[in-house]
């Protein structure tokens, strides 16, 4: 008798038990995506930091490519330069023309990109459980790079004068 008491009193229990850990693992405990993976970080905020996320089947490849986002912030320079120069030279002698003509097309094109990575760091990490997707974020302080790009501006500077 004493039992079936038990099981009266312990089976809807354990059942209800089992039911709130199925419930929590699946949801209250399972690790939420961080904000930075598909939009913007309140813990590294644009106005202090540039950002780039990296999405790859490896750790390796996933900060590899954050890296490479931060790095499309800053500007390629193009330039192209075309040059043209074209010689005419006539001769007279002795009722004789003789007439030459040279034309020369130099056309250069330079692309020259500086991409500045200094200062820049894998501030965080995730795996999504369920696809197997590795994320990186990448950050850079704002500021450490504003005095980075100053000093090698101030150096530049220096060397133009020089020169």
Known sequence: MATRR???VFGPALTLAGFLLACASTTGLAARTPDWVDGKSARYPEAN???GVG?????????DRAYAAI?????AQISQRTREW??????????KTAAQRDISIDQVTQVSTEKVLEHVVIAE??????????YALAAMDRRQASATLR???????REIDEL
């Open 55 to 63: 999405r790859a089947d490896t750790p390796e490849a996933a900060e």
């Open 86 to 95: 074209e010689r005419y030279l006539q001769t007279d002698e002795a009722s």
């Open 71 to 75: 790095s499309r912030v800053f500007s």
């Open 6 to 8: 038990h099981a009266l």
């Open 151 to 157: 000093e090698r501006i101030a150096g530049l500077d």
């Open 49 to 51: 930091y540039l950002t």
């Open 125 to 134: 990490r995730y795996q999504d459980k369920n696809t197997k997707v590795h």
